[in-house]
């Protein structure tokens, strides 16, 4: 058997232009940063993660595994074009360096980064690795389900697969399908070239929920395509981000094959349509933060022992919310909700405020709205009881970040009348119990759960809740598109725009099919 030298990187960022708060170097450092590759392996080679995949694929068949770096930052503004020449030119110098011995090359990216100096961060790294190792060497990339996927992205990489759940709890099994792609390309029994097909859309309507709605039945299709026919390896169907104020924003389906691509073409076009055609059936009902607190307020005095659980979706630090919105905390604390808490509250001079209280103490706090008060809500003048003071880590150990070390920073936990608040230094969004019950929180004793996310707390919390509800609290994600000062997406662009002639749009614009 053929013992392949195959190069792999992570380098991941999910960019919201609207966010005030640009991503550094340091971002990158403050989250999961593995300069030296055989630390990566250490720490992210063994859990849910792309490069989990990639290792399967190299046990499996025997690769020389050269990993450069591993560099993932939590959504925020534009990455600085010093951050990423800094991550990007480590992996461009090992592909120069290798180059007379690389057989592929394997990425685990985003799919959604914005830079200061350019809208496709992942088109310009792979313009970068083409330019070394040219048009031959095989290159496999996988993506988010909410990736942009751009011309360039396709021009550049020969395979591109991309989550298939949201919650994303797949990562692993999306490496593996990657490597084991890239393997039949580097052994000459395939030559794979991507098809995408685009529409005139800042998202799909349920932000790509896979959980519920119809995207389950458009993945069944396109299991279904990759059965039925030998050429397709694989089809993805990614719902686009719609905080990346961009050209190329909206949803895709990408088909990776070979030989006749018509037939493909237009399967993907078709899912692209059904896509389109059920642009107004929106599964979640934003509640207003007061709707919100009455119904946990009626929650809190019944006798159902399971929470409910509230999450803001407008201040999801997982689409570059600050997360230090304080409306639905307010709300909640108004409507005198017992039995609760509420997490994360993005909130570093307070932690550090307290780093010399004592446990126990009655402490007067202004908790959270610091960075723009006029989103989701400002300072909270709280007076509170100080539970825990913590350096922030905690081990994940749920379905979506199962086997990886995590940490907040410096964390506080504080008491404000019946709430439980997890005060934090670093933003991230509530995805795992873990996040809680290592701060001794037990989300499943409470009667109602507070939390930040959009759709990822799913996966662990659904399992201990009576009922799930969502909340716009007005901030920085909030789903009234309408609100945001796009310029650059093109125009016209559902929903900013409802007149729209599809049939008249894709023949201007769709992509023709790859030669």
């Known amino acids: 058997m053929t013992r392949f030298c195959v190069l792999s990187a992570e380098f991941a960022h999910e960019t919201n232009t609207f966010s005030q708060v640009p ?40 690769w020389e595994l050269v990993h450069v770096l591993s560099a993932i930052a939590q959504p925020a503004g534009a990455v600085t074009r010093d951050a990423f020449d800094r991550l990007t030119d480590p992996i461009v110098a090992a592909a120069r360096e290798n180059r007379e011995r690389l057989d592929g090359i394997i990425l685990g990216l985003h799919g959604a980064m914005v830079t200061d100096f350019c809208d496709d961060g992942e088109g310009e790294l792979l313009a970068r690795l083409r330019a070394v190792v040219g048009p031959e060497l095989p290159i496999a990339v996988t993506l988010d389900l909410h990736a942009n996927v751009t011309r360039a992205m396709c021009r550049h990489a020969d395979i ?84 990346a104020d961009i050209a190329e924003i909206g949803p895709t389906v990408t088909v990776v094959a070979q030989g006749d691509l018509a037939p493909h073409h237009r399967f993907a076009h078709e899912l692209a349509e059904d896509i389109w055609n059920q642009r107004h059936e929106q599964i979640n009902r934003f509640l207003d933060v007061r709707e919100a607190a009455r119904i946990c307020r009626d929650h809190d005095a019944g006798d159902d022992t399971r929470p409910i659980i509230v ?14 919105a304080t409306n639905l905390l307010a709300a909640l604390l108004e409507a005198g909700i017992t039995e ?52 922030g880590r905690y081990f994940a150990d749920g379905p979506m970040t199962g086997g990886l070390d995590k940490t907040w920073g410096p964390t506080v936990v504080l008491r404000v009348d019946g709430i439980e608040v997890l005060v934090v230094t670093q933003p991230a969004q509530m995805l795992d119990l873990a996040q809680f ?34 909340c716009d609290s007005g901030a920085l994600c909030s789903p009234h598109y309408a609100t945001k000062p796009y310029r650059k997406v093109p125009r016209p662009l559902f929903p900013l725009d409802r007149d729209i002639d599809l049939a008249a749009w894709r023949a201007e614009h769709a992509d023709p099919i790859p030669t």
């Not at 126990?360 to 003048?381: F, I, N, Y």
């Open 23 to 62: 991503t550094r170097y340091e971002s990158f450092q403050a989250q999961d940063f593995f300069l030296d590759g055989a630390s990566a392996i250490s720490g992210r080679g063994d859990s849910n993660t792309e490069l989990a995949g990639f290792c399967d694929a190299a046990r499996t068949h025997g």
């Open 437 to 470: 019950t290592a701060f001794g929180i037990d989300p499943a004793g409470k009667k109602v759960v507070g939390l930040k996310s959009m759709q990822h707390f799913r996966a662990a919390f659904e399992p201990i809740a009576s009922r799930v509800i969502v």
């Open 311 to 324: 999450a803001d979706y407008a201040d999801n630090p997982g689409g570059g919310g600050y997360g230090d």
């Open 160 to 243: 591109l697969v991309s989550y298939q759940t949201y919650p994303h709890v797949d990562m692993r099994r999306t490496g593996l399908e990657a490597g084991e792609i890239l393997q039949r390309t580097m052994a000459g029994e395939i030559r794979p070239r991507t098809i995408r097909a685009h529409l005139p859309m800042i998202d799909e309507v349920n932000g790509g929920r896979t959980d519920v709605g119809a995207m389950r039945e458009r993945l069944q299709r396109a299991r279904a395509w990759e059965q039925q026919h030998a050429d397709v390896f694989s089809v993805s169907i990614n719902a686009g981000f719609a905080r």
């Open 340 to 391: 609760a808490c509420f997490g994360p509250i993005v909130d570093p001079e307070t932690v550090q405020q307290l780093q010399h209280a004592a446990i126990g103490d009655t402490v007067a706090v202004r908790l959270g709205g610091k960075t723009d008060p006029s989103l989701g809500g400002g300072p909270l003048a709280l007076q509170a009881t100080l539970l825990l003071r913590s350096d």
